[in-house]
């Protein structure tokens, strides 16, 4: 590898010579270009120069603002010696500039010149030949002002054009500027690259003061898309453009959670739980090792932790390169999109402090709850389903452990006595209460209170327990960010500082806080060099670990949250539950949790140089750094209240992970412009390592005290275990860009990029990422020039090859062989002399290849109406091979681990589309912008075996999830059914037409004969639904009234299915758990018929729940708004009476409304769950709440 760095290095530096010895072209006379109507004039030739470009090399010479009507001045030329610019005075060199032009000149102060046509000269008496009076006529009435940003700071360059007369200006250093009129009336149209245009009435009388509003949708702004910096207007890949204030409009911890429908093919899920991190997919899935994409924050490559760790607060501008064009230069970690982040940077100027801050609650409405039964429910629940299955009261197998054997269910007074090793329930209970004296006098013997002993004599009360009212209960959710910034011509530095809580609906336990600190700063070196660092600290605590919020709907009513003594009731009451992972008591589970805690510390940065080696080329060095280390602490304790009770005592497991990255990169940026033609050209090289190490450890017989300090290994008394990993990898890089573009109407760009990955064997750990891609302003051209309402229009098209490495192990190309005592052997035939022996752990493979993607994309960007409306479309084919899986070979040995392999092809297929109306500046003003995104997922082939297939989706009932040739990656797999049997007729008819392995019977589930072979079994299972959306839109609308501002977020996600595993517990009867109101109420009847939603009670239908059908899978679809702010801002007069430059409050709702025909609480998980292979199975999580907050911001 040395040397390999070392040859690049010689390669590297050699290019940056040969750049700097290139010939300048200041020799020839190159003017800067006027910009006119969004078109660029350049200079003629020495000989013959276009006036306009004179004045600006005047301008840029002594320090003046030029003033004039450009159409008056566009088409003249003139002859001009340049090299008296180094002696001639200024008003000299205008005399002989303008001598033959009909124009003269007149300087109104030291850094305004106006340049405007002679006026007719009146004749003298005496003196025929007297000349015209180069100086303003009486008519001629200046109007001055000044122009400045919307911090207050002056802008130079400003354009001020009188829309009646033509006049123009500019403002100068100092943000002021002087127009000449006939006549003070009319408007000023006020434009800027970067800022809303305005028009401005001329007073009759005074200076005016204008102050420019930042428009971030301008085609002219700059946004940072791979390594380099674009103006939005030249950019010909796909790349979506994220505004910092619509993430900041949504409070999160989590900064991909904000991201949902803020960018067209971007697809976001996460969980309820404060501090988790969410899951982003960019145009799709792309793979099925991993389809996370590749976080680029200030150029350093960031982890998944050191995304999580990021505050928006700081967040100057997101991009999300979705093409091969825009992120091939990546390479090997691109084929699942781009996001590069740029954080704030201070400007020049004053110190600026602003604070934000709101505070909140975040609250599970009883709207979302399910519907569950209630403890009497239950009963009547069972007696129907006893009476479906033939039985009769007086049978043997008639009656409930805890209901009772009656006619009707009784709720007893106890639910669970434990005496001498005997778990008794109510129902036996109940009658000892009514036996004879000594049963009676037993009775009262084991519900005596001095009996009780939490481990052995458990005295629990039954209850009717609505348990999504004991498990949600209102969090706090809260925010404090200070920043402070500024600047000079020796450098710039922004700082900021921030704590972010966030409590947990299902758990009061559960908080998750975070403490960030943002330092960017850069030293400038004279005027061409500057040196810098971006810096990132944060430190997070997640205390308790979440639960599992499913089992509000699998808990039995009947059990209490506490019993009568203070300690936890569960499910070791006879049939309440029998399994833990579906009823665990889930308010004493958080309880146990609040021992647990997770903490990481992160730190993210890294110290740049750049220089300005000649003009035009600049060089770029930065080393960066993605640190962190954590430490996660899990205390598992003896449940006494649970049947599934384990005997082994207390224990504490305490586990550290240290992974450190470095990335060194190194670039040359070159850049050429002469008459109409630019060029741009970038070379660079890029190294990253990671190194990573773990260790575990765990101790037995632990006593547990409430104070966590005491919580530690050395305090446990019984066995204990260690273990601990390490892993490894680097990847060097080298890789160019070439751009060129022609009168600002022809655009073509090409890069490539090499990549050598430790992860791959050595024949194959080189890879090549190439791209090309063109662009046509349509709207330059001549036959369009009668189109008004278009005021611009690109056309887009790119191909490119980037490349995948994720979830590729680090050792995937080495046979690993670990030390086990259990297969270690006497040396010398007996025990006695024991050696410990080496086993396989994991086999390798060093033929693994690169996992490619190739895709095309073409689109279109146009603005037109005034540019009130904004339209960017895409169309993509994405093509990836040799996917990269794990191999799912026959079993080998014990926990001997198979190596991913490459094993087939997939196509993602798509359109973007995006839409932004707003209004003109105004007392009155709006903005609306609409997203719209579909994309079609299928797996083309795998191991070239048409029923080939990758499981996923593991559940009780087998795998519900499966990857095919043919279909999305992970379809849901199972039967379909075809409604119920009816009749007694209909059951017979079926049987005689069907050999099959269920029993027909009325009121249960018809399987449909996929096959048509007229036998039902495991070959009429197939494809019965997708997790993948037919698509996803969004509306972000804002108002502003004055001083008041609104706006609201809705997003619309449109198809695809859940299989929703909850149903497995509460529809059937699997287990002895609680059930849904849906399975009392809807199951079959006579009445329902197929109205139905489930089949008949019947205790004995076992197989309704024992394979997987269609009847797991829910419409996914949901409408939610997502986002509704109300906000006023103080008039600036009063913000400055009290010393501040803004304030502004604001209320704001998030998620009060979803529109679903989904039973799920949170039906937004869907894609959240399980890897992308598992994608959409839903059992366990947290559901996204409610939020209401109150939000100020102040700048000083």
Same mark, same amino acid.
């Given at each position: 590898?040395?040397?390999?760095?070392?040859?690049?290095?010689?390669?590297?530096?050699?290019?940056?010579?040969?750049?700097?010895?290139?010939?300048?072209?200041?020799?020839?006379?190159?003017?800067?270009?006027?910009?006119?109507?969004?078109?660029?004039?350049?200079?003629?030739?020495?000989?013959?120069?276009?006036?306009?470009?004179?004045?600006?090399?005047?301008?840029?010479?002594?320090?003046?603002?030029?003033?004039?009507?450009?159409?008056?001045?566009?088409?003249?030329?003139?002859?001009?010696?340049?090299?008296?610019?180094?002696?001639?005075?200024?008003?000299?060199?205008?005399?002989?500039?303008?001598?033959?032009?009909?124009?003269?000149?007149?300087?109104?102060?030291?850094?305004?010149?106006?340049?405007?046509?002679?006026?007719?000269?009146?004749?003298?008496?005496?003196?025929?030949?007297?000349?015209?009076?180069?100086?303003?006529?009486?008519?001629?009435?200046?109007?001055?002002?000044?122009?400045?940003?919307?911090?207050?700071?002056?802008?130079?360059?400003?354009?001020?054009?009188?829309?009646?007369?033509?006049?123009?200006?500019?403002?100068?250093?100092?943000?002021?500027?002087?127009?000449?009129?006939?006549?003070?009336?009319?408007?000023?149209?006020?434009?800027?690259?970067?800022?809303?245009?305005?028009?401005?009435?001329?007073?009759?009388?005074?200076?005016?003061?204008?102050?420019?509003?930042?428009?971030?949708?301008?085609?002219?702004?700059?946004?940072?898309?791979?390594?380099?910096?674009?103006?939005?207007?030249?950019?010909?890949?796909?790349?979506?453009?994220?505004?910092?204030?619509?993430?900041?409009?949504?409070?999160?911890?989590?900064?991909?959670?904000?991201?949902?429908?803020?960018?067209?093919?971007?697809?976001?899920?996460?969980?309820?739980?404060?501090?988790?991190?969410?899951?982003?997919?960019?145009?799709?899935?792309?793979?099925?090792?991993?389809?996370?994409?590749?976080?680029?924050?200030?150029?350093?490559?960031?982890?998944?932790?050191?995304?999580?760790?990021?505050?928006?607060?700081?967040?100057?501008?997101?991009?999300?390169?979705?093409?091969?064009?825009?992120?091939?230069?990546?390479?090997?970690?691109?084929?699942?999109?781009?996001?590069?982040?740029?954080?704030?940077?201070?400007?020049?100027?004053?110190?600026?402090?602003?604070?934000?801050?709101?505070?909140?609650?975040?609250?599970?409405?009883?709207?979302?709850?399910?519907?569950?039964?209630?403890?009497?429910?239950?009963?009547?629940?069972?007696?129907?389903?006893?009476?479906?299955?033939?039985?009769?009261?007086?049978?043997?197998?008639?009656?409930?452990?805890?209901?009772?054997?009656?006619?009707?269910?009784?709720?007893?007074?106890?639910?669970?006595?434990?005496?001498?090793?005997?778990?008794?329930?109510?129902?036996?209970?109940?009658?000892?209460?009514?036996?004879?004296?000594?049963?009676?006098?037993?009775?009262?013997?084991?519900?005596?209170?001095?009996?009780?002993?939490?481990?052995?004599?458990?005295?629990?009360?039954?209850?009717?327990?609505?348990?999504?009212?004991?498990?949600?209960?209102?969090?706090?959710?809260?925010?404090?960010?200070?920043?402070?910034?500024?600047?000079?011509?020796?450098?710039?530095?922004?700082?900021?500082?921030?704590?972010?809580?966030?409590?947990?609906?299902?758990?009061?336990?559960?908080?998750?806080?975070?403490?960030?600190?943002?330092?960017?700063?850069?030293?400038?070196?004279?005027?061409?060099?500057?040196?810098?660092?971006?810096?990132?600290?944060?430190?997070?605590?997640?205390?308790?670990?979440?639960?599992?919020?499913?089992?509000?709907?699998?808990?039995?009513?009947?059990?209490?949250?506490?019993?009568?003594?203070?300690?936890?009731?569960?499910?070791?009451?006879?049939?309440?539950?029998?399994?833990?992972?579906?009823?665990?008591?889930?308010?004493?589970?958080?309880?146990?949790?609040?021992?647990?805690?997770?903490?990481?510390?992160?730190?993210?940065?890294?110290?740049?140089?750049?220089?300005?080696?000649?003009?035009?080329?600049?060089?770029?060095?930065?080393?960066?750094?993605?640190?962190?280390?954590?430490?996660?602490?899990?205390?598992?304790?003896?449940?006494?209240?649970?049947?599934?009770?384990?005997?082994?005592?207390?224990?504490?497991?305490?586990?550290?992970?240290?992974?450190?990255?470095?990335?060194?990169?190194?670039?040359?940026?070159?850049?050429?412009?002469?008459?109409?033609?630019?060029?741009?050209? =970038? $070379?660079? #090289?890029?190294?990253?390592?990671?190194?990573? %190490? +773990?260790? @575990?450890?765990? !101790?037995?017989? &632990?006593?547990?005290?409430?104070?966590?300090?005491? =919580? $530690?290994? #050395?305090?446990?008394?019984?066995?204990?275990? %260690? +273990?601990? @990993?390490?892993? !490894?990898?680097? &990847?060097?890089?080298?890789?160019?860009?070439?751009?060129?573009?022609?009168?600002?109407?022809?655009?073509?760009?090409?890069?490539?990029?090499?990549?050598?990955?430790?992860?791959?064997?050595?024949?194959?750990?080189?890879?090549?990422?190439?791209?090309?891609?063109?662009?046509?302003?349509?709207?330059?051209?001549?036959?369009?020039?009668?189109?008004?309402?278009?005021?611009?229009?690109?056309?887009?098209?790119?191909?490119?090859?980037?490349?995948?490495?994720?979830?590729?192990?680090?050792?995937?190309?080495?046979?690993?062989?670990?030390?086990?005592?259990?297969?270690?052997?006497?040396?010398?035939?007996?025990?006695?002399?024991?050696?410990?022996?080496?086993?396989?752990?994991?086999?390798?493979?060093?033929?693994?290849?690169?996992?490619?993607?190739?895709?095309?994309?073409?689109?279109?960007?146009?603005?037109?109406?005034?540019?009130?409306?904004?339209?960017?479309?895409?169309?993509?084919?994405?093509?990836?091979?040799?996917?990269?899986?794990?191999?799912?070979?026959?079993?080998?040995?014990?926990?001997?681990?198979?190596?991913?392999?490459?094993?087939?092809?997939?196509?993602?297929?798509?359109?973007?589309?995006?839409?932004?109306?707003?209004?003109?500046?105004?007392?009155?003003?709006?903005?609306?912008?609409?997203?719209?995104?579909?994309?079609?997922?299928?797996?083309?082939?795998?191991?070239?075996?048409?029923?080939?297939?990758?499981?996923?989706?593991?559940?009780?009932?087998?795998?519900?999830?499966?990857?095919?040739?043919?279909?999305?990656?992970?379809?849901?797999?199972?039967?379909?059914?075809?409604?119920?049997?009816?009749?007694?007729?209909?059951?017979?008819?079926?049987?005689?037409?069907?050999?099959?392995?269920?029993?027909?019977?009325?009121?249960?589930?018809?399987?449909?004969?996929?096959?048509?072979?007229?036998?039902?079994?495991?070959?009429?299972?197939?494809?019965?639904?997708?997790?993948?959306?037919?698509?996803?839109?969004?509306?972000?609308?804002?108002?502003?009234?004055?001083?008041?501002?609104?706006?609201?977020?809705?997003?619309?996600?449109?198809?695809?299915?859940?299989?929703?595993?909850?149903?497995?517990?509460?529809?059937?009867?699997?287990?002895?758990?609680?059930?849904?109101?849906?399975?009392?109420?809807?199951?079959?009847?006579?009445?329902?018929?197929?109205?139905?939603?489930?089949?008949?009670?019947?205790?004995?239908?076992?197989?309704?729940?024992?394979?997987?059908?269609?009847?797991?899978?829910?419409?996914?679809?949901?409408?939610?708004?997502?986002?509704?702010?109300?906000?006023?801002?103080?008039?600036?007069?009063?913000?400055?009476?009290?010393?501040?430059?803004?304030?502004?409050?604001?209320?704001?709702?998030?998620?009060?409304?979803?529109?679903?025909?989904?039973?799920?609480?949170?039906?937004?998980?869907?894609?959240?769950?399980?890897?992308?292979?598992?994608?959409?199975?839903?059992?366990?999580?947290?559901?996204?709440?409610?939020?209401?907050?109150?939000?100020?911001?102040?700048?000083?």
């Amino acid at each position: 590898m040395c040397s390999i760095m070392q040859r690049t290095t010689c390669v590297f530096w050699l290019a940056v010579l040969i750049a700097s010895a290139m010939p300048s072209n200041d020799s020839k006379a190159q003017s800067l270009a006027a910009i006119t109507n969004g078109r660029q004039r350049i200079a003629a030739k020495p000989d013959s120069q276009a006036l306009i470009g004179v004045l600006n090399k005047l301008e840029a010479k002594f320090n003046v603002s030029f003033n004039y009507d450009n159409d008056l001045l566009e088409h003249i030329k003139v002859a001009f010696d340049e090299s008296k610019m180094q002696s001639a005075p200024l008003n000299q060199l205008l005399e002989e500039l303008l001598e033959s032009t009909g124009l003269h000149f007149e300087r109104t102060n030291g850094h305004h010149v106006i340049i405007m046509k002679k006026q007719p000269a009146k004749d003298v008496p005496g003196n025929a030949n007297t000349k015209p009076v180069e100086k303003k006529t009486s008519a001629q009435q200046p109007v001055s002002g000044k122009i400045t940003d919307e911090d207050g700071e002056p802008l130079e360059g400003v354009s001020i054009l009188h829309r009646q007369s033509g006049a123009a200006a500019k403002t100068a250093a100092d943000g002021s500027f002087v127009l000449a009129l006939a006549e003070r009336s009319g408007l000023l149209s006020v434009s800027f690259l970067g800022y809303v245009s305005q028009e401005v009435a001329v007073p009759a009388t005074g200076d005016l003061s204008i102050r420019m509003v930042p428009d971030v949708t301008a085609l002219t702004e700059v946004v940072v898309t791979g390594y380099v910096k674009e103006q939005k207007k030249d950019i010909i890949g796909s790349v979506s453009i994220v505004k910092t204030e619509n993430l900041l409009a949504i409070p999160s911890g989590n900064l991909k959670t904000q991201l949902q429908g803020n960018a067209a093919g971007v697809t976001v899920s996460s969980s309820g739980a404060p501090g988790s991190g969410g899951k982003v997919r960019i145009r799709g899935f792309g793979s099925f090792g991993g389809s996370d994409p590749l976080y680029i924050i200030d150029g350093v490559p960031a982890s998944q932790s050191g995304v999580d760790n990021l505050n928006a607060n700081d967040i100057e501008s997101m991009q999300v390169l979705k093409d091969a064009a825009s992120a091939a230069i990546y390479g090997a970690r691109a084929a699942n999109g781009v996001i590069i982040i740029t954080t704030k940077n201070g400007k020049p100027g004053k110190a600026k402090l602003s604070f934000n801050s709101y505070y909140g609650v975040n609250f599970i409405s009883k709207s979302d709850f399910p519907e569950v039964l209630d403890a009497q429910e239950n009963g009547e629940l069972y007696w129907k389903s006893m009476i479906g299955a033939g039985r009769q009261v007086g049978d043997p197998d008639w009656g409930h452990p805890q209901y009772g054997n009656g006619a009707n269910p009784v709720i007893p007074e106890y639910v669970l006595v434990v005496n001498n090793g005997a778990r008794i329930g109510g129902a036996e209970l109940e009658a000892l209460k009514q036996g004879n004296p000594s049963q009676q006098a037993l009775f009262a013997s084991l519900v005596n209170p001095e009996n009780y002993d939490f481990a052995t004599h458990q005295i629990v009360r039954a209850a009717n327990t609505n348990w999504a009212d004991e498990v949600f209960n209102p969090a706090s959710i809260q925010t404090y960010q200070l920043g402070l910034s500024g600047g000079g011509e020796a450098g710039s530095y922004a700082i900021g500082l921030n704590y972010f809580n966030e409590g947990n609906t299902a758990s009061k336990y559960n908080t998750f806080d975070r403490y960030t600190l943002r330092a960017n700063t850069q030293f400038n070196l004279g005027k061409r060099v500057r040196i810098g660092e971006n810096l990132q600290l944060a430190y997070r605590q997640n205390d308790a670990s979440s639960i599992w919020a499913s089992t509000v709907m699998t808990m039995h009513p009947l059990v209490p949250v506490w019993d009568d003594f203070g300690n936890p009731a569960g499910n070791a009451a006879p049939s309440t539950g029998g399994e833990p992972e579906f009823s665990t008591n889930p308010v004493t589970q958080a309880w146990r949790n609040r021992f647990d805690t997770s903490n990481r510390i992160g730190v993210l940065g890294n110290v740049y140089a750049e220089a300005e080696l000649m003009k035009g080329l600049t060089v770029y060095s930065s080393f960066g750094v993605d640190y962190a280390n954590s430490r996660n602490l899990d205390l598992n304790q003896v449940t006494y209240e649970h049947a599934q009770n384990t005997n082994p005592p207390n224990s504490l497991q305490e586990s550290r992970n240290n992974e450190n990255t470095w990335t060194w990169t190194n670039t040359a940026n070159f850049s050429r412009t002469w008459d109409k033609h630019v060029f741009k050209a =970038l $070379v660079g #090289s890029e190294a990253i390592n990671t190194y990573g %190490n +773990s260790l @575990s450890a765990t !101790r037995l017989n &632990l006593p547990i005290d409430d104070d966590k300090d005491f =919580l $530690v290994i #050395s305090a446990g008394t019984g066995a204990q275990t %260690n +273990s601990g @990993s390490f892993s !490894r990898s680097s &990847l060097y890089s080298l890789f160019g860009r070439l751009d060129y573009t022609f009168d600002d109407k022809y655009f073509i760009n090409g890069t490539l990029r090499r990549d050598q990955s430790s992860k791959f064997g050595r024949n194959y750990r080189t890879g090549y990422f190439p791209s090309a891609a063109v662009g046509w302003r349509v709207s330059s051209e001549p036959f369009m020039a009668d189109i008004g309402w278009l005021d611009d229009l690109k056309l887009r098209g790119s191909w490119g090859v980037i490349g995948n490495q994720n979830g590729l192990d680090n050792n995937n190309q080495y046979d690993v062989y670990v030390t086990s005592d259990p297969n270690s052997y006497g040396i010398s035939g007996d025990n006695g002399n024991r050696v410990v022996a080496m086993v396989p752990s994991r086999i390798g493979n060093p033929n693994t290849r690169w996992e490619k993607s190739a895709t095309v994309n073409l689109g279109f960007d146009a603005t037109v109406l005034n540019s009130s409306l904004d339209i960017n479309f895409d169309w993509y084919v994405r093509r990836t091979t040799d996917l990269l899986a794990v191999n799912q070979a026959p079993f080998t040995g014990p926990s001997i681990t198979q190596p991913s392999i490459n094993v087939g092809e997939l196509t993602n297929r798509g359109v973007d589309l995006g839409l932004t109306k707003r209004s003109k500046p105004g007392v009155f003003q709006y903005s609306a912008s609409l997203i719209f995104s579909t994309y079609r997922n299928e797996v083309v082939r795998i191991l070239d075996n048409p029923l080939a297939t990758l499981a996923g989706g593991s559940t009780r009932m087998g795998n519900a999830v499966l990857t095919q040739a043919g279909y999305p990656i992970s379809s849901f797999y199972g039967y379909q059914i075809d409604g119920f049997f009816n009749s007694a007729a209909e059951a017979e008819a079926y049987a005689a037409e069907y050999s099959t392995w269920l029993t027909p019977e009325v009121g249960r589930w018809r399987i449909k004969d996929i096959n048509g072979d007229k036998r039902v079994d495991g070959n009429d299972r197939t494809m019965i639904g997708s997790p993948h959306p037919d698509f996803q839109t969004s509306l972000n609308l804002s108002l502003a009234y004055k001083n008041f501002d609104f706006n609201c977020f809705l997003f619309w996600n449109q198809g695809g299915s859940v299989f929703n595993y909850t149903r497995y517990v509460i529809d059937f009867h699997t287990f002895t758990t609680n059930r849904s109101k849906r399975m009392l109420y809807e199951s079959w009847t006579p009445e329902l018929g197929n109205r139905a939603k489930l089949p008949k009670l019947d205790l004995n239908d076992s197989y309704s729940s024992s394979n997987i059908t269609d009847y797991f899978l829910e419409d996914a679809s949901y409408l939610r708004m997502k986002t509704v702010q109300l906000g006023y801002t103080l008039p600036k007069a009063w913000s400055d009476r009290i010393g501040m430059e803004r304030f502004r409050i604001y209320v704001q709702g998030q998620n009060l409304l979803t529109l679903s025909k989904s039973t799920l609480m949170d039906p937004g998980y869907v894609q959240a769950s399980g890897g992308d292979t598992s994608m959409g199975v839903v059992n366990n999580y947290v559901p996204t709440p409610k939020q209401f907050i109150f939000g100020l911001s102040v700048n000083l």
